[in-house]
């Protein structure tokens, strides 16, 4: 019986184990040829593949203007002009200039990030979660002169001397918000940057390329899926050795028989 449940679970598990060993086939094949057949200097262009990598294609740019010049973000890095000022966390959605105790400063908005510049750019302040900014951050206004942001979970009024974050559906009453958002109509744009602009970043903006060699390294080791990716080969390795002593096992007892 005990011998009959062994053949069960041996025929079961190797199938199961049969498209892991394929693919560890597969890729182990293609490391052996990755010289002749290009994949260490052919670079990754796919988004989805990218993205495996919390990257963008290389080259995307995204601008928003801002007084008499544009503030740019692409692969994290944010530049004013062809400056570089920051890193955005997360996508840029925003950019405007707000009045702070009778002077300017300038609020740059990422998904997971308030950036406050002086009017020379120096970084006064990064504005987090930690610091109780509502998540996440879709794109960024004026009303009034007040800074509005709407997010993920809905409209806030921004104060940034007090760190205070004030839903536009607790403030006043619901005919005046809906006056108040209404009339928001100073949002933040985003705009295509001037061909020579865009020309000046394309050497500033920093392009790790991911080559395909990478990529079947990763796959091959199981750390395209990270930490856990690097723990299921080492289950697989282990189920691979248990597969192989039962087969040994279940063919000595057929000699027997």
């Known amino acids: 019986m005990t011998f009959n449940v062994l053949k069960r679970w041996h025929g079961r598990v190797g199938v199961l184990a049969a498209s892991f060993v394929l693919l ?5 094949l293609c490391l052996n040829h990755v010289s002749s ?17 919390g990257m963008a294609e290389s080259g995307t740019l995204v601008s928003y203007p801002l007084a008499d010049g544009y503030i740019s973000e692409s692969n994290g890095q944010l530049f004013y002009q062809d400056d570089e000022i920051a890193r955005c966390d997360g996508a840029l959605v925003g950019a405007v200039t707000i009045s702070v105790e009778a002077s300017a400063q300038i609020v740059i908005a990422c998904e997971r990030q308030l950036l406050l510049f002086s009017p020379t750019f120096q970084l006064i302040e990064q504005i987090g979660p930690a610091l109780g900014l509502p998540l996440a951050v879709q794109r960024v206004g004026l009303v009034d002169g007040q800074l509005l942001i709407a997010t993920s979970a809905g409209l806030f ?23 108040a958002v209404a009339s928001a109509t100073q949002w933040s744009q985003a705009a295509v940057a001037p061909e020579r602009l865009s020309l000046a970043l394309a050497g500033r903006i920093d392009s790790e390329d991911i080559t395909y060699e990478r ?4 796959i091959h080791s199981g750390r395209i899926l990270g930490e856990w990716g690097v723990y299921l080969v080492d289950a697989m390795a ?17 000699k027997k028989n």
């Open 24 to 28: 560890l086939a597969f890729t182990g």
């Open 37 to 53: 057949w290009g994949f260490d200097s052919k670079a990754l262009r796919s988004p989805a593949l990218l993205g495996l990598y």
């Open 157 to 179: 009024f921004s104060d940034l001397n007090a760190l205070s974050w004030i839903s536009v559906n607790e403030e006043g009453s619901e005919a005046e918000n809906e006056n």
């Open 215 to 218: 990529l079947l390294l990763d």
């Open 238 to 254: 282990i189920l691979f050795m248990l597969l192989a002593l039962s087969g040994v096992y279940i063919w000595l007892q057929g």
